[in-house]
């Protein structure tokens, strides 16, 4: 894996973004919670570079997820779905395989805001990692749950991306 060169002050954050579900990648259903995504993430001024979609299968998970760290250099890939208890979701076992540290702060934070708003929350098995100077995140699945976890994460993201990229080298206050 190639060394990511660090991008200036003045530059967005360039994030991925994966949607895992069969129906969508399918045909079957539309996808909602990826644009949903891109919208919060757009409003916070990153730039999406990639908006793909993929059906639960570990092995396309995790090219995916490579591709968009390690060619295409993106500081920020957000997966929704697949996530859950089916024997299908296998969201989080694709992206341990691929990211070199866990950062499980994020996921639990994640878990935390939303059983405030539902207790089917602790039900989710997401993951967050980093995989060179790529931060990769599990989201929920669904639209409403995403924009909820993304307002809620995108503050310390973005300081944690400022420092993974060498933009910040200061964690104290």
């Known amino acids: 894996m190639e060394k990511q060169s660090k991008p200036t002050p003045a530059q967005p954050w360039r994030a991925g973004i994966l949607t895992v579900s069969d129906k969508a990648a399918a045909g079957l ?86 059983s405030a708003i539902t207790p089917r929350a602790m039900l989710s098995r997401a993951v967050s990692g980093i995989r060179g100077l790529t931060l990769i995140i599990n989201l929920p699945g669904s639209p409403k749950a995403v924009r909820e976890a993304l307002e809620f994460i995108l503050d310390p993201v973005d300081h944690g991306l400022q420092i993974l990229t060498g933009r910040d080298a200061e964690c104290a206050r």
Not at 65 to 76: G, P, R, T, V
């Open 29 to 114: 259903r539309e996808d909602l919670s990826g644009p949903a995504i891109a919208a919060v993430l757009r409003a916070a001024g990153y730039e999406i570079s990639r908006q793909l979609i993929v059906a639960d299968e570990k092995t396309a998970i995790e090219q995916v997820l490579i591709s968009l760290a390690d060619q295409d250099e993106l500081d920020l890939v957000l997966t929704t779905g697949g996530t859950g208890f089916s024997p299908r979701d296998i969201t989080p076992e694709a992206t341990r395989a691929v990211i070199e540290r866990e950062t499980p702060g994020i996921a639990e934070a994640i878990r935390a805001m939303s």
